[in-house]
T-cell receptor, first 114, second 118 residues
């Protein structure tokens, strides 16, 4: 049973576009929601993360929007660049500061064309 | 710092063979984890450790053993490989966290081991 559902599976945008990746969860005990970026042949790397006490977090061109009542969160990439082409994973965990039980979504493969 | 290192990068096993995937980190991180990544499934947690001598099961522990005798090393053992264990395996580590609002508890991932079981 997938506890974190991610969509779409793949996404193609032109340079400068704003791809949006969505995730939904069921377990209301989740209290930490990171996004990881993975390039081919590499391990995932943390991109940005949010806690449910805020509705939005921005870091550079990357923004997480969080809707606690809908149990959904999404990643927006502003002014997307070809170098952003990668696979993006959302994740969730409970009490993340003292546990490593991250539950990942299934991933979104993003391609940004010049 | 080398970060998180994994060996080997690639491995082919026959059904029933055993092997150990190695993982080491030089950042003095207390927490270490093993994940497997399969197409369309994302990453799934196999086992994790919160310190030397302490391990626990993740989502998909069956068929895998771990031990943590030192802070630096966290090997993953396949006792009798099966084709269902064909996957890419990632090791990750991070320091123990103290809860602070807004903090990120970043896991640092290794480059992965691609395992094929025939």
């Amino acid at each position: 049973q997938q506890q974190v559902k991610q969509s779409p599976q793949s996404l193609i945008v032109q340079k400068g576009g704003i791809p949006i990746i969505n995730c939904a969860y069921e377990n209301t005990a989740f209290d930490y929601f990171p996004w990881y970026q993975q390039f081919p042949g590499k391990g995932p790397a943390l991109l940005i993360a949010i806690r449910p006490d805020v509705s939005e977090k921005k870091e550079g061109r990357f923004t997480i929007s969080f809707n606690k009542s809908a149990k959904q969160f999404s990643l927006h990439i502003m002014d997307s660049q070809p170098g952003d082409s990668a696979t993006y994973f959302c994740a969730a965990s409970i009490g993340s500061y003292n546990t490593d039980k991250l539950i990942f979504g299934t991933g979104t493969r993003l391609q940004v064309f010049p | 710092n080398a970060g998180v290192t994994q060996t080997p990068k690639f491995q082919v096993l026959k059904t029933g063979q055993s092997m150990t995937l190695q993982c080491a980190q030089d950042m003095n991180h207390e927490y270490m984890s093993w994940y497997r990544q399969d197409p369309g499934m994302g990453l799934r947690l196999i086992h994790y450790s919160v310190g030397a001598g302490i391990t626990d099961q993740g989502e998909v522990p069956n068929g895998y053993n771990v031990s943590r005798s030192t802070t630096e090393d966290f090997p993953l053992r396949l006792l009798s490989a099966a084709p269902s264990q064909t996957s890419v395996y990632f090791c990750a580590s991070r320091p123990r966290g103290v809860y602070r609002p807004g903090s990120s508890y970043e896991q640092y991932f290794g480059p992965g081991t691609r395992l094929t079981v025939t």
